[in-house]
């Protein structure tokens, strides 16, 4: 089973509609992470948490707000979807301390399309 | 903004030949990370270099860092169709905070 785990995969919404994209993890990291791909742009950071208690804005977090409901669940809303976020959006995973503490494990990816 | 940007932005070559990716940066990082994306799919983590490294090498890749010219590269020896992919250098900008920027990848293709 995947580590990181995002729902749903694929979304069509339009626009004015609120959407929750969730992710789960269960590599029992602190800190998670949500970000955007857009063609031609890389990944840009939306919002991250460092635990069940912390959430901090990325580089882009206007239109978005997050929730951590556990240490193992993070997710992304959508107050009112636009179009200009559709977007492929990922969820990440990292550690504290430790060897690998830096690395992020990255979730499939959630394709969404605003109309 | 974002922090790296690689070059070139696509590469082509033929299996068996060696890949070489470069990336910019721009201000004084802790560590600088390379990714691997398949097609629509989610990141992989390929290798760590920190500041203070050189050289690293894992497998058929070698990354190299300078951080006189906030520069790194990553090589891909003895290229595979499998291989095939976009390759993203990240940093973490020295924040502490382990927030990583990306840079805009480069797609690379092997040709069977």
């Known amino acids: 089973d995947a580590d990181v785990t995002q729902t749903p995969r694929n979304r069509i919404t339009k626009t004015g509609k609120r959407i929750m994209l969730e992710c789960s993890q269960t590599k029992g990291h602190d800190r998670m992470y949500w970000y955007r791909q857009d063609p031609g742009l890389g990944l840009r950071l939306i919002y991250y948490s460092f635990d069940v208690k912390d959430i901090n804005k990325g580089e882009i977090s206007d239109g978005y707000s997050v929730s951590r409901q556990a240490q193992a669940k993070f997710s992304l809303s959508l107050e009112s979807a636009i179009p200009n976020q559709t977007a492929l959006y990922f969820c990440?995973?990292?550690?504290?301390?430790?060897?690998?503490?830096?690395?992020?494990?990255f979730g499939p990816g959630t394709r969404l399309t605003v109309l | 903004s974002q922090q790296g940007e690689e070059d070139p932005q696509a590469l082509s070559i033929q299996e068996g030949e060696n890949a070489t990716m470069n990336c910019s940066y721009k201000?004084?990082?802790?560590?600088l990370q390379w990714y691997r994306q398949n097609s629509g799919r989610g990141l992989v983590h390929l290798i760590l270099?920190?500041?203070?490294?050189r050289e690293k090498h894992s497998g058929r890749l070698r990354v190299t860092l300078d951080t006189s010219k906030k520069s790194s590269s990553l090589l891909i020896t003895a290229s595979r169709a499998a291989d095939t992919a976009s390759y993203f250098c990240a940093t973490d900008a020295e924040t502490g905070a382990n927030n990583l920027f990306f840079g805009t990848g480069t797609r690379l293709t092997v040709i069977p």
């Open positions: 270099i920190r500041s203070n490294e």
């Open positions: 990440a995973t990292s550690g504290y301390g430790g060897r690998d503490s830096d690395t992020q494990y």
């Open positions: 201000t004084s990082i802790n560590n």
